[in-house]
Each structure stands twice: as structure tokens, then as C-alpha cells.
T-cell receptor, first 116, second 113 residues
């Protein structure tokens, strides 16, 4: 059974703090993703990674950075948290199947971040 | 620019009846589509998918229909059960070159007992 875990379910941080959100998957997946979910906006892609040390910007990367030093771990970093980054953050992973892209993503439970 | 749209934010259906959730897209390059279900305080879980070479895919109570000319897909749940109450997201991908999915805004389904 694929398992994607996120370091915290709930997090409260102050404006200007540096915030780390950690995601770990245990199925040796090549691809990992960070999304944020906001009411009325669905899931929006922040960053994704298709290999260790590789990353690509998603649709809303501003104010965020990522790190993937190991295959199983993908970290999202808020360099200086702001109130408009209050959101639900979801991590996902997916495998490469036979060299082609696998179309199903497995999600973690999410981290609800509040920035005050 | 919302490339994937779910125009109904919510839907209520009686238990045992059919639930139909709709999704429209604008990008003709999208060739793979997925539906996810999300319960509160949990991550989305994959439900069913369809490739653009098909117009229908069925898995138990869940069927997805794709109308490429109308750029429209729908998810049918028959019969609906109270445990189906959740938020449903459709997602689309252009599999020719990117790893990205574009998600819709979600439809909250409530199945009434």
C-alpha cells in the first residue's frame, strides 16, 4: 500500500517565519508534487520534482522553494511566511511506469498551515 | 484562466439514485483525465481515470464519460451511497511532455439517506 506522509497535520506560524513542510513517500516513486488547496480554487501546483535534486515550477511558485535531496523526501519551504500563504498544503507522489509517465498520484493527508 | 472547470460547487442526491458530476476543459491538448475523491481532513484519493482514446470507462459503481468534441467529462455514481459524500475533483493532463495535472475547483456531493 502506497503511503505518503506529511510532517504535520496542523501548523501555526507567524508572519516572516521560515517554514518547512516535509513529505515522505515509501514506494520509491520518481515524481513528487506540492499543491495548495483553497476554497473555490481547487488544487494548485506549487512545485514538482521528477528526480532527486530536480525541480520544476508549477503554477504558483512565488514565495516558495523546494528541496529534494533524497528520492523519498520532498520539502516545501516558505522563506518568509505571509498571511496569504495560509492554506491546506498537499503532497503527492507518482511512479514512472516502464519509462512512461504514470497517471495516478497518491496524496498525503495534508498540512493545514495558518500564518498569523 | 481556469482550464478545468467544475461549475457546480455542490450537489445533493438521494441514496440509491444516480449522482452525475460534470467537468469541462478548454485545452484540446489534454489527453488524460482523472477523478479524485476527498474527505475532510484527508488527502484526495484516486477514483477513476480515462484516456482520450476512449469515451467511457467503468469501475464498479463509477463510470466516467468523455465527450472530446464538447470538451466535457462526467462521473456517474450508481447507486449513490451515503459514504460517497465527499468533494470530487476532476483533473486533466497533457501527457505529451509534462508531469503536470490541472485540477478543477471541486464539487461537494452530499448523498442523503
Amino acid at each position: 500500500d502506497v503511503k505518503v506522509t506529511q510532517s504535520s497535520r496542523y501548523l501555526v506560524k507567524r508572519t516572516g517565519e521560515k517554514v518547512f513542510l516535509e513529505c515522505v513517500q515509501d514506494m520509491d516513486h520518481e515524481n513528487m508534487f506540492w499543491y495548495r488547496q483553497d476554497p473555490g480554487l481547487g488544487l494548485r501546483l506549487i512545485y514538482f520534482s521528477y528526480d532527486v535534486k530536480m525541480k520544476e515550477k508549477g503554477d504558483i511558485p512565488e514565495g516558495y522553494s523546494v528541496s529534494r535531496e533524497k528520492k523519498e523526501r520532498f520539502s516545501l519551504i516558505l522563506e518568509s511566511a505571509s498571511t496569504n500563504q495560509t492554506s491546506m498544503y498537499l503532497c503527492a507522489s507518482s511512479p514512472l511506469m516502464g519509462g512512461t509517465f504514470s497517471y495516478e498520484q497518491y496524496f498525503g493527508p495534508g498540512t493545514r498551515l495558518t500564518v498569523t | 484562466d481556469q482550464q478545468v472547470k467544475q461549475n457546480s460547487p455542490s450537489l445533493s442526491v438521494q441514496e440509491g439514485r444516480i449522482s452525475i458530476l460534470n467537468c469541462d476543459y478548454t485545452n484540446s491538448m489534454f489527453d488524460y483525465f482523472l477523478w479524485y475523491k476527498k474527505y475532510p481532513a484527508e488527502g484526495p484519493t484516486f477514483l477513476i481515470s480515462i484516456s482520450s482514446i476512449k469515451d467511457k470507462n467503468e469501475d464498479g459503481r463509477f463510470t466516467v464519460f468523455l465527450n472530446k468534441s464538447a470538451k466535457h467529462l462526467s462521473l456517474h455514481i450508481v447507486p449513490s451511497q451515503p459514504g460517497d459524500s465527499a468533494v470530487y475533483f476532476c483533473a486533466a493532463s497533457d501527457t505529451s511532455g509534462t508531469y503536470k495535472y490541472i485540477f478543477g475547483t471541486g464539487t461537494r456531493l452530499k448523498v442523503l439517506a
